[in-house]
């Protein structure tokens, strides 16, 4: 097999499958931390407008009860000045002393005034920088799901790309009879085919890289080892168990797909070794979906 085990194209198929599996999962998270974003910040605004109205309402409350308080005080002491202007003798003196008491009242609500203006000036700037924190997160709310739509279409796009490479790739394999002349199912010569014949899901493959040994090494359900290789030739002979028999398949030629039919299954196993060297082959093992009693 040319590019069983390089980085070519057929590597680069199961890779962009897993890569759009990948994307598209990440996209399906990123909306949903887009929806859960978009709840919290409709609650964080539904809660900032009524602190606004709370304040609003407080704040008009306490302004008009000072002003109200700091009017009296006002004609309280004016009053209580053109009293002690038009009286003489003691009864001035104690209008003026009146009229010294109103004014340090007045001074007092003054002062008053002037730090529940200060607090409702700090609300309303607190107020303010949490419309701001909300219209921040809106905004990067609004970026993320810019940047979530372009990526599921990039996926979108690699997905129908990769549907079509696969479609015309499955397109290009052929079928033949096995060495058993049994109909063969669709058969892979390199690693971009294998990877389209597993996206079909039909049947199991298990790839292989087997040397020449003493002992059998299991692949899939089948035992298999390899006792003569003709690099010149493209041939092959191996020794296979299979449902506890021992089968000795010789003189195969690559790509050729060697069955065996294990238990009852009426669909056989199929080996195919894609590449032939020296003391070395490569291919993979095809196993019906629907394993066979043992």
Do not use: C, W
Not at 1 to 9: E, L, R
Not at 17 to 23: K, Q, R
Not at 52 to 73: C, H, I, Y
Not at 127 to 132: D, I, N, R
């Amino acid at each position: 097999m040319s590019d069983m085990n390089t980085t070519g194209a057929g590597s680069k198929v199961p890779i962009l499958i897993g890569a759009v599996v990948a994307l598209t999962g990440a996209s399906i998270y990123s909306f949903m931390q887009i929806s859960e974003l978009k709840t919290q910040l409709a609650e964080t605004r539904e809660m900032i407008e009524q602190e606004v109205g709370k304040v609003n309402e407080s704040s008009q409350t306490s302004t008009k009860s000072t002003r109200q308080s700091v009017d009296a005080l006002k004609e309280q002491l004016e009053e209580a000045r053109r009293q002690a202007a038009a009286l003489a003798g003691e009864a001035r003196v104690a209008a003026a002393k009146h009229a010294d008491e109103l004014a340090a009242k007045l001074e007092v609500a003054q002062q008053q005034q002037a730090v529940q203006t200060a607090k409702v000036a700090e609300s309303v700037t607190q107020v303010s920088q949490q419309v701001t924190a909300v219209n921040d997160a809106t905004n990067t709310n609004k970026e993320k799901i810019g940047a979530v739509s372009t990526e599921v279409a990039s996926v979108r796009s690699q997905a129908e790309q990769t549907k079509a490479e696969l479609q015309k790739t499955i397109a290009d394999l052929t079928s033949t009879k096995g060495d058993l002349g049994i109909q063969s199912g669709l058969i892979a010569t390199n690693s971009k085919e294998l990877a389209a014949l597993r996206e079909l899901g039909e049947r199991v493959y298990t790839e292989f890289r087997l040397a020449k040994a003493k002992t059998a090494q299991k692949v899939g359900d089948l035992q298999i080892r390899l006792t003569k290789t003709d690099p010149k030739k493209n041939k092959y002979t191996v020794e296979v168990i299979a449902d506890d028999k021992l089968v000795e398949k010789k003189d195969k030629t690559a790509n050729e797909p060697v069955q065996f039919l294990v238990g009852r299954a009426t669909a056989p196993y199929e080996l195919v070794v894609n590449e032939v060297k020296k003391d070395l082959i490569v291919g993979y093992v095809s196993a019906p979906k629907v394993r066979a009693a043992r």
